[in-house]
């Protein structure tokens, strides 16, 4: 029981006394010994933009520099910090490289963020529905023919968004995608928040950057060290203006931007331009071998490889995921025994599976600790199949743009009454972030099932007008 006196610092504190092994972000773990730069950084470093320190919205000096760095690094044209996550560079990309009432081509299983891009710029979309992986019930990648279809349907379409890696790591062909878009002279954007690591080293799958994706985001934090909210934007092309992605950052992006994120980033740039990370990122993914080596003795629990679908192009390996289905676990259950029971934090778990996030930061000795409690809790669960079809995500259907269903008239009904009716809310469940259900989208009685089969697994639902499985908004046509 928490104590409702304790400060938020406090119960920090508590938290990183119990030294639990974080398969969580961000990505330093919290490892004072990986990146000590990140614990110098506290309040007497905390300044605004005075002299000598230059202006994070019209850089001329060390913050000019520094992105210059960041696109060094990851092979970028021009690189954009940003303090406001991946959300602020999700935005300002989407306003950037679009006009009001456009049409982009988006992949149905993008964050929530660009949901709201498509919302604040009154965006008409086509959507590209994801296969779903079997045995695992996450969405799968986008392939090259089902965007090169869409285009040829669509002529329309003025920017593709895709999201690769996804929260799960799976990841798409990108430049496949990337040379069908511009034959068509369409810049694309990729949402690659969650693989800021990769093509830094040839032991990792290539970036959306080097495959010729026009606009990246990245979010630093994730999985290199670098402070929460601490991510970039990447500018790869000459099709979107670069004072039209600076102006829109001033927009969505703090005019008081942290110092202290800041230096992060520009610390985790200069540690991982140095000839020495090589080591660090061989290292990383010679843990994540013998991990994946030992897992394939398991009996009941799963872990997610490129082998395990052909609804998959490419996998990123630091992304851990655990199928449940066919056991009497679910994800979250995953997630709690490992908590309470090992002393290890995963990311997420969902209804039939859990997702672990690894990271540079990791130690041999965190890695084993959870190979022994994954190996435990195999060996202690039983089959029980009936799972399978409650895992199984069904489709939706768009009705109305999600910018004209956000202001259509609604009312709020029960839930039981929902069925069969346009939703005027967002239904989501967080993390990963993605709309199960967006504003204008029908919302069928499988919909419902499912999203109660989330609730009753222990997955945290939130809905943007109503109350969880009490009363949600419909649009009143």
Known sequence: MRDENQLLWQVLDGYNQENIASFHMPGHK?????????????AHMDITEIPNFDDLHEPREILKDSMEK?????????????????????LAAIRSATKRFDTVLVARNCHRAVYHAIELCCLQTVFLEPPTIEGFGCAGSITPQMVQEAIEENAEIKLVIL??????????????????????????????????????????????????????????HKTLPSLTQ????????????????????????????????????????????QKESSSLF?????????????????????????????????????????????????????????????????EMGYLPYAVAMTSLADTDEMMEKL?????????????????????????????M????????????????????KLSGSYVWAYPPGVPIV????????????????????????????GVVFEEIAVLDV
């Open 438 to 465: 967006a504003p204008g989208e029908v919302i069928s009685q499988e919909i419902l099932e499912y999203l109660y089969n989330l609730q009753m697994a222990g997955v945290h639902i939130q809905v943007t007008k």
């Open 30 to 42: 919290r490892n004072r010994s990986f990146a000590p730069y990140l614990h110098e950084l506290s």
């Open 230 to 273: 601490s991510a970039v934007l990447h500018l790869n092309s000459n099709r979107i203006a670069t004072e039209e992605i600076q102006r829109q950052l001033m927009i969505f992006q703090s005019s008081s931007p942290s110092y202290i994120l800041l230096a992060s980033l520009d610390a985790c740039t200069r540690l991982l331009l």
């Open 163 to 220: 999201t690769s890696p996804t929260f799960e790591g799976i990841i798409s062909d990108i430049q496949a995608i990337s040379e069908i878009v511009h034959e068509n002279d369409i810049p694309i954007f990729v949402d690659e928040a969650h693989g800021a690591h990769l093509g830094l080293h040839p032991t990792f799958p290539r970036s959306a950057i080097q495959c010729g994706a026009d606009l990246v985001v990245q979010s630093f």
């Open 70 to 90: 960041a696109a060094q690094l990851c092979g970028s044209q021009k690189a954009f910090y940003l303090v406001n996550g991946s959300t602020a560079g999700i």
């Open 282 to 346: 061989e290292a990383w993914h010679n843990r994540l071998q013998v991990f994946a080596m030992k897992m394939k003795a398991l009996k009941k629990i799963t872990l997610l490889t490129r082998e395990k679908s052909k609804n998959i192009w490419a996998v990123d390996p630091s992304k851990l995921v655990f199928a449940m289905i066919g056991t009497t676990y679910t994800g979250v259950q995953f997630l709690e025994r490992l908590r309470h029971e090992y002393g290890i934090q995963l």
């Open 371 to 399: 190979t022994r409690a994954v190996e435990a809790l195999d060996a202690s669960i039983e089959r029980d199949e009936t799972q399978v079809a409650r895992s199984q995500v069904p489709l939706v259907w768009s009705k």
């Open 401 to 420: 743009p999600v910018y004209k269903a956000i202001e259509a008239p609604s009312k709020v009904v029960n839930w039981n009454k929902a069925a069969g």
